[in-house]
């Protein structure tokens, strides 16, 4: 309980949250006074537009508050996600980069004229769930190259297994589509947001530091 309630305090810290918090309670109260007084205060019709244009105007600023609110609350939220790790083997890490590759929502049948564009799309998409992965599971800086390796086993038996006697004259041959991957998951190993994500082999770090000890 203490813990929700100190959520609620960080919560509250926001300052649309806040705002929304205080303003939009006022502009129901004062929609609901309004259609209170609105049978003795709108006879005539320019009483009445008044009325009409404070009632829109006040719910107008509630919408507009609350999604602001919600919007600033779901980027603190985000930012403040703790993501719950799951040590895998060795063996488990890379099975489960071969099912990355192997199934990716990427485009089997890229245009030949948009060769450029499908590397990018294909490179997005296969980033996205790598770094999913890494945020779920350890992973150190050693095995990075036999992950890549099998998600990208997986990237081609995907559009080997797709294309494989649907070659048109609108999309690029099997192999043409095969030489573009490659590239692809060579970026990746030099990717700054996903060696960052890597853990660090304490055993290979002490190895560095007697080394760089040595050398002096």
């Known amino acids: 309980m203490k813990e929700n309630a100190m959520d609620f305090g960080s919560i509250l810290h926001l300052r649309w949250v806040r705002l929304a918090f205080v303003v939009i309670p006022l502009c129901m109260m004062g929609i609901s006074l309004i259609f209170y007084l609105k049978p003795r205060m709108g006879r005539g019709i320019s009483g009445l537009a008044v009325l009409t244009a404070s009632i829109q105007a006040m719910a107008a600023l509630s919408v ?9 609350y779901l980027k603190y939220k985000d930012a403040h996600r703790v993501v719950t790790k799951s040590i895998l083997s060795e063996k488990d890490l890379l099975k489960g980069a071969f099912r990355l590759g192997r199934f990716s929502s990427i485009d089997t049948a890229p245009n030949p004229e948009h060769q450029l564009d499908w590397s990018e799309n294909v490179w997005m998409a296969i980033t996205a769930d790598l770094m999913d992965f890494l945020d779920e599971h350890p992973v150190q800086a050693n095995l990075l190259g ?26 690029l041959p099997l192999d043409g589509i095969l030489n573009l991957v490659g590239p692809i998951f060579r970026d990746m190993k030099r990717d700054p947001e996903i060696l960052k994500l890597l853990q660090v082999n304490p055993s290979i770090s002490r190895r560095s530091e007697r080394v760089v000890s040595a050398s002096r």
Request: one cysteine or more.
């Open 64 to 72: 507009v508050l609350f999604f602001t609110a919600l919007r600033q």
């Open 146 to 171: 036999p992950i890549l390796d099998q998600c990208e086993k997986g990237v081609r038996e995907l559009l080997t297994s797709d294309r494989k006697g649907k070659e048109d004259e609108f999309s």
